[in-house]
């Protein structure tokens, strides 16, 4: 199996820079959509075969180190009693508003949470066994309870940060319900095959510091500490954290996601070495044109400084992103990384 993306996780010296995509599967991707016509998103995720292939269609196209299993964070609220549709994100049909909507969450076992994609976790590990290895995800709390709490995406979540603010006693009941489905969840995955774990906290920019730290993270720590000892590497994205402060590295992770609003460079400042480093292309500046792209992994590789770094966006790839640029960002990261120019 190709290690580089583990060995990476892990600090280990590597030949070169290892890399992924977040939402590599998707949108921008012709043989994505024509899947996606014959079929609704929620199909795609319950179907084992069919979200094994999205799975691997990426990496068919393009030499990238690891894989990522295709769901989506509110995929497992479904077992929580929980119905979602997509529109095309999130949408919950009853948005949980009140004590008694919390209450009637269900906590499922470990067995029962999401059992298709862990299914789907069990055909790629065996399928991707001897190519790269299989990254398997969650939302973190927060950004969950955001989309249940608030009804859909926004921008600042204001039904959301209200509810967290004046409903205490619930949302605190929510943020716990949702860590122990969660660590069950992640759990499930690695016992099916899941070579290292994302927990996808997209929204943890509309919290100060302050209220992150004494209403969230607690619950992202149990989340990550529950997972003591299961040898996979943790890895923790918060998007837009850099008023969080050292947050993201008291969250109990291996590798620490940067979006592409921090420099690498500071991060691992901030952070220190204990870490690993995940990120930071501006998945915007694919559509651009080769140059532009070439000369940014250039200064993305050599703000990841080399040992530790694990090539990304700084966010989830954009639906219109032009598949000639993907080319040439994966390729310019092979590149420049291989030569020994950059980081050592
Ligand atoms: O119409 C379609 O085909 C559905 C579009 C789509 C896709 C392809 C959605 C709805 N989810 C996904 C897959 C998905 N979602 C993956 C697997 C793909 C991969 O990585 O290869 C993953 C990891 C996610 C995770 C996810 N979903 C996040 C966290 C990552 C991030 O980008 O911040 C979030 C915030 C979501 C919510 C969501 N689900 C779908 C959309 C379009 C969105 C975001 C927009 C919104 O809130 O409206």
């Given at each position: 199996?190709?290690d580089?993306?583990l060995?990476a996780?892990?600090?280990?010296?590597?030949?070169?820079?290892?890399?992924?995509?977040?939402r590599?599967?998707g949108?921008?991707?012709?043989?994505?959509r024509?899947v996606r016509?014959?079929?609704?998103?929620?199909?795609?995720?319950?179907?084992?075969?069919l979200?094994a292939?999205v799975?691997?269609?990426?990496?068919?196209?393009f030499?990238l180190?690891?894989?990522?299993?295709f769901?989506?964070?509110?995929?497992?609220?479904?077992s929580?009693g929980?119905?979602i549709?997509?529109a095309p994100?999130?949408v919950?049909?009853?948005?949980i508003?009140?004590r008694?909507?919390?209450?009637?969450l269900r906590?499922?076992e470990?067995?029962?949470?999401?059992t298709?994609?862990?299914e789907?976790?069990?055909?790629l590990?065996?399928?991707?066994?001897?190519?790269?290895?299989l990254?398997?995800f969650a939302g973190?709390?927060?950004t969950?309870a955001?989309?249940?709490?608030?009804g859909?995406?926004s921008?600042?979540?204001?039904v959301?940060?209200?509810?967290?603010y004046?409903?205490r006693?619930?949302?605190?009941?929510?943020?716990?319900r949702?860590?122990?489905?969660?660590?069950?969840y992640?759990?499930?995955?690695?016992?099916a095959?899941a070579?290292?774990?994302?927990?996808?906290?997209?929204?943890?920019?509309i919290l100060?510091a302050?209220d992150?730290?004494?209403?969230i993270?607690?619950?992202?720590q149990r989340?990550?500490?529950s997972l003591?000892?299961?040898?996979v590497?943790?890895?923790?994205?918060?998007?837009d954290?850099?008023?969080?402060g050292?947050i993201p590295?008291?969250?109990?992770?291996d590798v620490?996601?940067?979006?592409?609003?921090?420099d690498?460079?500071?991060?691992r400042?901030?952070h220190?070495?204990?870490?690993?480093y995940q990120?930071?292309f501006d998945?915007?500046?694919?559509r651009?044109n080769?140059?532009v792209?070439e000369?940014e992994v250039?200064?993305v590789?050599?703000?990841?400084?080399?040992?530790?770094h694990?090539?990304?966006?700084?966010?989830?790839?954009?639906?219109?992103?032009?598949i000639?640029?993907?080319?040439?960002?994966?390729?310019?990261?092979?590149?420049f990384?291989s030569?020994?120019?950059?980081?050592?």
């Amino acid at each position: 199996m190709n290690d580089l993306f583990l060995r990476a996780c892990r600090r280990e010296s590597v030949s070169r820079t290892p890399m992924w995509i977040m939402r590599q599967a998707g949108r921008y991707l012709p043989e994505y959509r024509e899947v996606r016509s014959k079929v609704d998103f929620r199909t795609l995720c319950e179907t084992p075969e069919l979200s094994a292939k999205v799975t691997l269609q990426p990496l068919a196209r393009f030499d990238l180190d690891a894989a990522i299993v295709f769901a989506d964070i509110m995929t497992p609220l479904e077992s929580m009693g929980v119905s979602i549709d997509f529109a095309p994100g999130p949408v919950i049909q009853d948005p949980i508003r009140d004590r008694a909507a919390v209450d009637q969450l269900r906590i499922p076992e470990k067995g029962e949470i999401a059992t298709n994609t862990v299914e789907t976790v069990r055909i790629l590990s065996r399928e991707l066994e001897s190519r790269v290895p299989l990254i398997g995800f969650a939302g973190a709390p927060l950004t969950v309870a955001a989309y249940l709490v608030e009804g859909k995406g926004s921008k600042d979540f204001n039904v959301f940060r209200s509810f967290l603010y004046r409903e205490r006693a619930a949302a605190d009941e929510l943020l716990d319900r949702l860590t122990q489905v969660t660590s069950r969840y992640l759990q499930a995955q690695i016992d099916a095959g899941a070579k290292a774990i994302q927990l996808f906290d997209s929204w943890a920019g509309i919290l100060s510091a302050r209220d992150y730290e004494s209403m969230i993270l607690p619950y992202v720590q149990r989340i990550f500490s529950s997972l003591d000892g299961c040898g996979v590497p943790r890895i923790y994205f918060a998007q837009d954290a850099a008023a969080l402060g050292t947050i993201p590295a008291r969250a109990g992770a291996d590798v620490i996601g940067v979006d592409w609003r921090t420099d690498l460079r500071d991060a691992r400042r901030l952070h220190g070495d204990g870490f690993a480093y995940q990120g930071n292309f501006d998945p915007a500046r694919l559509r651009t044109n080769s140059e532009v792209i070439e000369s940014e992994v250039k200064r993305v590789l050599e703000s990841g400084g080399g040992t530790g770094h694990i090539f990304n966006l700084g966010h989830g790839i954009l639906p219109d992103t032009p598949i000639e640029s993907v080319h040439t960002l994966v390729d310019a990261v092979r590149r420049f990384s291989s030569t020994g120019e950059i980081g050592s």
